[in-house]
């Protein structure tokens, strides 16, 4: 059994171990083979454990921010708002709304032939899920991704990243301490080996992933091997467009907050700006007096931002920063690592003459840059935003309703905000996920909730007749059904009651078959 030792990205030193099991098939079968008994839980039981679950949650909520604040990086106070707040209240969400939204409900036949039958729609659970999560909102992703599959039904093999191992431990410990059966939810801490271990493994049926886009193409072929449902929740590269009528000083301080929160370590952080030009130099200066504004340092003192979580992404960052200045960008305030503090603290940095040859403004950055550029027409705006294979979130900022309205319905992205960026994730009805490369299927919300369940139809017919269409095929069948194909082909109601006169000399057969009175009801009205 190998072991992945967990430090604190402002120190760098040890805060604990965790153990990678070599038997991942064995933690599998348990969770697998409790699937039947849990799908069977009544909604009252599971509704008493998600209560038991919001009140560990909150006891133990400064622990939790703290730790995620020594193992991750980000300041204490956004650990909280972003990562425990967003998951009390997902959980909060499914107690008032999830019955409603997982109950079965009726199918109202739209063919009239069928009319006599009943049917519904069931939501089912897949079985076993994979969810398989990075280290950057180690809590609040899987998290609120674990709590929907378990409301619905579905037992859960989670997967941790190894940057942030013990925040993986503590989510299951409080599932555990709520009360939920210890078979509902197991982890396994590892790597990319491990990752395919889980995916591959016949009996898990359902993948929720987040993280890179290469990573999420190997899940989707992975999974492929035996179909099995996919949702991928991956990088962004968003932009922020800024119109001539916003207000300078609210506006600046929005794009730095969505840039730089988390270290902009954040898939949906603000990673380029696209300023109106009769706007531009008011927005730069503003911006830049904000960045200069945020205090870095320690995330368990009163600071804005903490370090970057592990060197590798760091040292992304920073190639980016010399190959926008290579090629002419201009730094106007960060740009370095601050050293007093410790190696992993990137200031914050605004660059301006920026242009799409630069890695900045066309790969993820994943770390505290504010490129801006500025546009002449809406247009264009539009075209430089869409102009990139990531569709994650994308925000507006302007008084104008209408033009905010207009530019988002061209905007290719999962979520658009306009006058902020990024908080809508804290909303537990949106849903999260993007389009293009950004990901496939949805999480959070009502619709996120409803991918965690298969829809089943259920058909049903008491009646005792036999139907129209069974063996053996008589000329009258086809006949009937001739008419039955005119009655479909927009009749006028005049010919509407010449078909059906005209149906009425095979009144006897048609009694034997259908519901009568229900099928001439429905007819009329289709
Ligand atoms: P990553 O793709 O390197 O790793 C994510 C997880 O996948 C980790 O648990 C990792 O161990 C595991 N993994 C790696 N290779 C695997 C494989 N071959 N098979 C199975 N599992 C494998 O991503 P990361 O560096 O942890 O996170 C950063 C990325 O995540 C960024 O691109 C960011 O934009 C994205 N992200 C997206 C969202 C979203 O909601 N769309 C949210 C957060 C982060």
Not at 20 to 27: G, K, M, W
Not at 45 to 69: C, D, M, Q, S
Not at 108 to 129: E, S
Request: proline share 7%; charged share 25%; aromatic share 8%.
């Amino acid at each position: 059994m190998s072991e992945i030792i967990s430090t604190n990205p402002a120190t760098g030193r040890e805060i604990g171990r965790v153990h990678v099991p070599r038997d991942i098939p064995s933690i599998i079968e348990k969770v697998h083979s409790f699937n039947q008994k849990w799908s069977e839980t009544s909604i009252r039981e599971r509704k008493r454990l998600f209560l038991n679950l919001k009140k560990v949650l909150f006891k133990r909520y400064e622990e939790v921010a703290h730790l995620i604040a020594v193992e991750q990086g980000k300041p204490v106070i956004e650990a909280i708002l972003a990562e425990v707040l967003s998951s009390l209240d997902a959980v909060h969400y499914l107690l008032k709304k999830g019955p409603s939204i997982l109950k079965s409900r009726p199918a109202p036949h739209f063919q009239p032939l069928f009319a006599g039958k009943r049917a519904r729609y069931r939501f089912v659970p897949y079985g076993t899920w994979a969810v398989i999560s990075p280290w950057n909102y180690p809590f609040a992703i899987p998290f609120i991704q674990i709590a929907h599959l378990l409301f619905s039904g579905n037992t859960v093999v989670f997967k941790p990243s190894p940057i942030t191992p013990l925040i993986g431990e503590k989510l299951v410990q409080l599932f555990l301490e709520a009360g939920f059966p210890e078979e509902t939810i197991a982890i396994i801490h590892g790597g990319a080996k491990e990752g395919e271990a889980i995916i591959t493994d016949e009996r898990v049926q359902a993948v929720v992933f987040t993280g890179s886009v290469p990573t999420g193409r190997r899940i989707m072929e992975l999974a492929s091997r035996k179909p099995k449902k996919v949702i991928l929740e991956l990088g962004g590269k968003d932009p922020a467009i800024v119109l001539p009528d916003a207000p300078v000083e609210r506006t600046a301080r929005g794009i730095v907050w969505g840039a730089i929160m988390n270290a902009g370590q954040t898939c949906a952080s603000i990673e380029r700006v696209y300023v109106h030009r009769d706007i531009y130099s008011r927005i730069v200066d503003a911006v830049v007096e904000e960045v200069r504004r945020i205090r870095m340092g320690n995330p368990l003192e009163e600071v804005d931002m903490g370090p970057m979580t592990v060197d590798f992404q760091l040292k992304k960052v920073l190639n980016q920063v010399e190959d926008a200045k290579k090629k002419g960008a201009q730094i106007l305030t960060g740009g370095e690592v601050n050293p007093d503090l410790g190696p992993l603290f990137m200031e914050p940095t605004v660059l301006v003459n920026v242009n799409r040859e630069m890695a900045v403004m066309k790969e993820e950055t994943f770390g505290p840059l504010i490129p801006i550029i500025p546009f002449d027409s809406e247009q264009e705006a539009v075209e430089m935003a869409n102009d990139i294979p990531y569709g994650l979130t994308a925000s507006i900022w302007t008084g104008d309703e209408e033009s905010a309205r207009r530019i988002a319905r061209k905007l290719q992205a999962g979520v658009i905000t306009i006058n902020s960026h990024v908080y809508s994730f804290a909303e537990p009805e949106s849903i999260w996920g993007g389009v293009k490369e950004s990901g496939v299927g949805r999480t959070h919300g009502r619709f996120g909730l409803m991918e965690t369940v298969q829809i089943q139809y259920m058909d049903e017919d008491y009646s005792g007749k036999p139907e129209i269409w069974w063996y053996p095929y008589k000329k009258t069948l086809e006949e009937l059904t001739a008419m039955w194909l005119e009655l479909m082909a927009n009749p006028t109601p005049v010919d509407k009651v010449r078909i059906m006169m005209r149906l009425s000399s095979r009144i006897g057969y048609l009694n034997r078959h259908l519901n009568l009175p229900r099928v001439i009801w429905k007819t009329m009205w289709y």
